[in-house]
């Protein structure tokens, strides 16, 4: 069983960072796509980062340059480091995890994957 569990979130004012950790288990080590997506309230689910099997990473355009998207070498640890945020950073954001999913993009997060509860991050303008 597929278990996601998300911290890090939190309050922070423009241009801040912030670092938001999930503790993936129970995937598939031999295809996957991790990632992140986010919903801000009264809008659709965006995904923002992902990064798959082969250690490819995709990343939204608006979130390119700011945030990075790590897993350690046990693959149970990814992280989203997001930097110089901005007010429409704000969201709910999800960790998920997509199997057999390489090759797959951040959008395909919401659509195909199992999620984590959830952690919000407000940016303050």
């Known amino acids: 069983q597929v278990n996601l569990v998300e911290s890090g979130g939190g309050s922070v004012q423009a241009g801040g960072s912030l670092r938001l950790s999930c503790v993936a288990s129970?995937?598939?080590?031999?295809?996957?796509?991790l990632g992140w997506f986010r919903q801000a309230r009264g809008a659709k689910p965006e995904g923002v980062a992902s990064i798959d099997t082969n250690g490819r990473t995709v990343y939204t355009n608006s979130v390119k340059g700011r945030f990075t998207i790590s897993l350690d070498n046990t693959k149970t640890s990814l992280v989203l480091q997001m930097n110089d945020l901005k007010p429409d950073d704000t969201a709910t954001y999800y960790c998920?995890?997509?199997?057999?999913?390489?090759?797959?993009?951040?959008?395909?997060?919401?659509?195909?994957?199992?999620r984590g509860q959830g952690t919000q991050v407000t940016v303050a303008s």
């Open positions: 998920a995890a997509v199997q057999g999913g390489t090759g797959l993009g951040p959008e395909d997060l919401y659509n195909y994957g199992y």
């Open positions: 129970g995937y598939s080590h031999e295809s996957y796509l």
